[in-house]
């Protein structure tokens, strides 16, 4: 039985795509790939980066005390916006829309 669902199984087979989406697939795969490299270089930057500013935060809090007020501007709350609407698309695109369906491969055994 585990022999015929083996057999039945086409591991070679793709649906045929047209050149444009296998160029964008293609792109797809080397900007994730960028994107990993890129932020695996500055880790070490970021890190700082939030260190220092934990650490002006507490000398800042320390200083004024309850009259510190931190207010946020526009432009970071919009790309911070951006930046959560981007990774819900990218997430939806790749667990709900890319994601293999495994209940299609037992219906057709």
Not at 22 to 50: D, F, G, N, P, T
Not at 82 to 99: E, V
Request: with cysteine; hydrophobic share 45%.
């Amino acid at each position: 039985m585990e022999n015929a669902l083996m057999n039945s199984l086409e591991t070679d087979s793709r649906p045929p795509t047209d050149g444009f989406s296998v160029r964008c697939e293609y792109l797809q795969s080397l900007m994730y790939l960028a994107a990993m490299i890129w932020s695996l270089i500055r880790h070490k930057s970021l890190w700082q980066l939030v260190n220092q500013s934990q650490m002006s935060y507490k000398q800042l809090k320390t200083l004024l005390g309850r009259h510190l007020i931190l207010e946020c501007s526009w432009q970071a709350l919009v790309y911070g916006g951006a930046l959560l609407l981007l990774l819900c698309l990218m997430g939806y695109k790749t667990f709900w829309l890319d994601f293999p369906l495994i209940e299609h491969a037992q219906r057709r055994s």
